[in-house]
């Protein structure tokens, strides 16, 4: 059987393109028009085997499995959720409630992403829009510590460079790009203006841009390495731009001065207002984290690193954020949905994962789940089953659930879970 | 089934204004006494209490987008403010903008048992739907905003009336909304351009309309579509000392068509002394008297902690501008826009206390009980769970001028609020707090205790503060089932989600993939939400 199903999204990243023409056959994906090289990968090489969950690595029923999964995570102390990012929006419900009903810690890879983003905004607020306003208004785009043109393949087509909008009729001809990053990218070989800033220097730079923007005086004459006049022609473009828009990534949160570098970006945004329209996009990597952020603050008030120990939500970044707790072996059990810690986290972290029992939720093989103790073959979303992933912007974009795969979803597995530990 | 038996009750909407009457229940609705098994049924004895229909709140932000970043943005607003998970319901936060389920218990808790969110951009109403779908025990629908419209604008343009009439049709079913709303017209269009309009002629940049010829042709479509509720405006100037004036001048531009004109208070001031606006309550009250077509909410202030939340982006900016609170905006393509900044309003602030007393003025000065509901534009003139405090205000007028003699001095000086003698009935509570608002919605079995309306029944204790009589209900029934005791939640049960999908063109919405192509950045299929991914849903009827 073949057939060919049109407006599905991809949830790969943050960009959640939902224009893509897949062909079918059977249960395979074996075309993904208009997808980026990464999307193509996610959806012509999903494992479509329908498979038993495992129990210490032995095939068991769904049913033990799930009677397992609840028996860890009620005789632990200190449960931890984490992960959530790669799953939809049903399943994220479901993981917070889990949370709640057994005084757990719930963590999402937020905190070792843009969590310093959220902390941000919290200080200072955040000035955005969302992707079409960028395709349609903005003449300038500032990329400041990211490189969408690795990491988010179709973002400069779909919204920031090239595309055609309603007052940018020409594309490209019709926007400024600069790009500051502490190296040369991709990004910045298509940027009118690549301003390159020593390594832990953003921080300065941003301040000193703020002055200039102000019309201050400004001592120096040069700031992480790059020319305060040239930086006084940048705070003159911006101010003089009809609507501005900055996008940033990880090079400001994950440097020295994380989210005080990026309250220093979201300060510049919202002073540039004074003057004309301006925005700023982070730039969210996984495709459904910005999902994992609104669920978690629409139930518990928070975005990330949220203790429900006491009885009620307690925000603690850095104090309940995944690596703090499971580095300071303050985590006894571990529920992990659609996402790979074990790779990823630092050592001591990762080391004490793998010495307490851990439950894995994921359509996919990964490292943690090849060393947890119950492991469940999840459908994917957006594939297999029918969501909802929530684009960088916060635009909620539906998953559709283009084959009927005999696997369970996140969401029925957290259904039954809850249900066996209420 | 059930019987809330020998209580006083208030059902304005039936006449019943105090009368010892029995109310029985089946299947989640008001029956007549033969249809219940009474030997079976159980009883609630309600002898020498009040008995009213639930409460229903026709202007609230609730959930959505721009609640959820205002619940995100303020962590200082959580703390202090938690609720505990029991056996059987979730934990929370609260302050002024409480967490999904919180924001179900404290409603429910006070009482109320219907709330419409306010605004709500069509691009994301599928996280508004979501949302909705953990706020237990309310009923609820989303209002969906059209005032910066491009795809209407064009059409206004245009002159294409039929196009524009069903576009909307399309759009409130496809974002299964419930109401046209329309934020400052125009205006946050113009903020995209980092401007604003301030008369009801100026010109919107890029369309050539104005903020009048928006107003009017939602208002004639609104007729057209026979849509259950009214176009449910927030005018231009909000905030402004031109406000009341433009108020005026929109009822004035309307006259003869129905409309609701949103949290008044916010829009009812004139020119004062040096920088310090005045109240022009008096005027605007004149002008909805005049008016029969037209109901109002008042949004009224409440001193303490609050956080506004509006689709007016440049309102937003000027509040983050004044107040240099931090600031969240948010620009939607082809369509709205908004903001967040957190507030404090004292009592020690004259421009508070004018907002504050303009509120009051407007309450006491509109006639007609009917055209004038209970609101605090929640989270932005206060909390909802303040609407006790502001009964016993309309109530109570010793309370009122106690609480007047405590605001500031330049706000006192030549009010008319001290000559305003009335004072509300337990009978005019009941319509200005639910057969008010459930009238002016079209929700035929909300806001009555007739046969066949839906089991929504609050029962008071009399007791003189009005404050405590309101905060903490008795007892609380949603849809037949005990909900609430001496104001706590007992149980938990889903709400249901009130849409309208009026019939359109089939052709017409041809026109509108076309146009969605080039001016959105998702595919047409992927925008419409379909009835069966809401939660409990019930579709409202048009004409």
């Known amino acids: ?422 | 089934m059930l019987g809330v038996l020998g209580g006083r009750v208030y059902d304005p909407q039936n006449g019943i204004a105090g009368e010892v009457r029995d109310i029985w229940v089946k299947d989640g609705r008001v029956v007549s006494p033969e249809e219940v098994d009474q030997e079976q049924a159980e009883i609630i004895d309600a002898s020498g209490l009040v008995v009213m229909p639930g409460g229903v709140d026709i202007h609230s932000h609730i959930v959505g987008a721009k609640v959820n970043a205002g619940r995100k943005f303020r962590p200082e607003d959580h703390r202090g403010n938690e609720r505990e998970r029991t056996e059987t319901l979730r934990s929370g936060v609260g302050g002024t903008v409480p967490t999904t389920h919180l924001t179900g218990y404290l409603y429910a808790e006070m009482g109320y048992t219907t709330v419409m969110e306010a605004a709500t951009a069509p691009l994301v109403a599928r996280h508004t739907h979501e949302e909705l779908a953990d706020v237990p025990i309310l009923d609820s629908g989303a209002f969906i905003t059209l005032g910066n419209n491009h795809f209407l604008m064009k059409c206004i343009r245009d002159g294409r009336q039929e196009t524009a009439r069903d576009y909307v049709a399309w759009l409130l079913g496809a974002t299964k909304g419930y109401a046209i709303k329309i934020v400052n017209p125009g205006g946050v269009e113009n903020w995209k351009w980092h401007s604003n309009v301030s008369e009801l002629d100026d010109e919107v940049i890029g369309f050539g309309v104005t903020p009048r010829q928006i107003l009017e042709m939602l208002a004639w479509i609104n007729e057209e579509l026979g849509l259950p509720h009214v176009p449910h405006i927030h005018g231009i100037n909000l905030g402004r000392s031109s406000s009341a004036r433009t108020t005026i001048e929109a009822m004035a531009t309307l006259d003869g068509r129905r409309a609701h004109f949103c949290h008044l208070q916010f829009l009812s001031y004139g020119e004062g002394k040096g920088s310090l606006q005045a109240s022009e309550a008096a005027a605007v009250a004149e002008a909805v008297n005049s008016h029969p077509s037209m109901t109002v909410d008042v949004g009224q202030l409440v001193f303490g902690s609050a956080t506004t939340m509006t689709s007016d982006g440049p309102l937003q900016h000027n509040m983050h501008q004044m107040t240099r609170n931090k600031w969240l905006n948010d620009d939607v393509e082809s369509e709205t826009g908004g903001g967040v900044v957190p507030a404090l309003y004292k009592r020690t602030n004259p421009i508070n206390s004018v907002m504050w007393l303009t509120g009051m003025e407007l309450f006491l000065l509109i006639d007609d009980p009917w055209r004038v509901f209970l609101t605090t534009d929640h989270p932005n003139a206060g909390c909802f769970t303040y609407y006790p405090q502001v009964i016993r205000l309309l109530m109570d007028r010793g309370y009122r001028r106690q609480v007047f003699e405590s605001i500031h001095a330049r706000a006192r000086k030549g009010a008319l609020l001290p000559e305003l003698d009335r004072e509300y009935s337990l009978h005019e509570i009941a319509i200005i707090s639910r057969a008010g608002p459930a009238r002016a919605l079209g929700l035929k079995n909300k806001g009555h205790l007739g046969i066949g309306a839906d089991a929504d029944i609050t029962v008071y204790e009399d007791v003189g503060n009005k404050e405590q009589m309101f905060a903490k209900p008795r007892y609380v029934i949603k849809a037949g089932v005990l909900v609430a005791r001496d104001g706590t939640v007992v149980e938990e049960r889903p709400g249901r989600t009130l849409y309208v999908a009026p019939p359109y063109d089939d052709e017409s919405e041809k026109n509108i993939r076309e146009y969605f192509n080039q001016a959105y950045t998702i595919s047409f299929d992927n925008y419409s939400i379909g009835a069966d991914s809401l939660r409990h849903a019930e579709r409202i009827g048009c004409g």
């Open chain 1, 1 to 422: 059987m073949s057939a060919v199903v049109e407006h599905v999204a991809c949830t790969f990243c943050g960009c959640v393109c939902d224009d893509i023409v897949v062909e079918c056959e059977g249960s395979e994906i074996i075309k993904a028009r208009r997808a980026c090289a990464v999307g193509r990968g996610v959806l012509t090489g999903r494992d479509s085997v329908v498979r038993r969950p495992t129990v210490r690595g032995r095939e068991v029923e769904w049913q033990e499995a799930v009677g397992e999964a609840a028996s860890i995570l009620e005789q632990a102390d200190s449960p931890l959720i984490y992960g959530l990012s790669s799953t939809s929006i049903e399943a994220q419900r479901r993981a917070v409630e889990l949370a709640d009903w057994l005084g757990a810690v719930i963590d999402t890879t937020s905190s070792v992403c843009h969590g310093p983003t959220g902390l941000a905004m919290q200080a200072v607020g955040e000035a955005t829009c969302t992707l079409g306003e960028v395709r349609d208004r903005a003449d300038l785009i500032v990329f400041w510590g990211c490189n969408p043109a690795d990491s988010h393949p179709r973002h400069f087509g779909r919204f920031s460079l090239s595309p055609k909008g309603a007052l940018t009729p020409n594309g490209r001809k019709d926007r400024t790009v600069v790009v500051v990053d502490v190296r040369p990218t991709r990004t910045s070989k298509a940027a009118d203006r690549f301003f390159q800033v020593n390594v832990g220097t953003d921080y300065e730079v941003l301040s000193v841009l703020r002055s200039l923007v102000k019309g201050r005086d400004v001592q120096v004459d040069t700031v992480g390495g790059v020319s305060v006049s040239e930086l006084r022609d940048l705070a003159d473009r911006m101010k003089e731009s009809r609507y501005g828009v900055a996008f940033m990534g990880m090079g400001l949160t994950m440097s020295r001065g994380r989210h005080l570098n990026v309250g220093e970006l979201f300060s510049l945004v919202a002073e540039l207002n004074e003057y004309t329209r301006f925005s700023v996009i982070p730039m969210r990597g996984h495709g459904n984290v910005a999902g994992a952020d609104q669920v978690l603050t629409w139930q518990s008030g928070y975005p990330f690193a949220v203790s429900f120990a006491r009885g009620y939500p307690q925000f603690g970044p850095g104090e309940f954020s995944a690596v703090d707790m499971l580095s300071r072996r303050e985590v006894d059990a571990a529920l992990v949905v659609a996402s790979d810690p074990a790779a990823h986290f630092p050592h001591a972290a990762a080391e004490h994962l793998g010495r307490i029992p851990t439950i894995v939720l994921d359509p996919a093989p990964s490292v943690t789940a090849s060393c947890a103790r119950v492991v469940f073959p999840t459908a994917y979303y957006g594939i297999d089953a029918p969501g909802t992933a929530y684009r960088m912007d916060n635009v909620p974009i539906p998953l559709q659930g283009i084959f009927a795969s005999g696997r369970p979803t996140d969401e029925q597995i957290l259904d039954q879970i809850i249900e066996a530990v209420k």
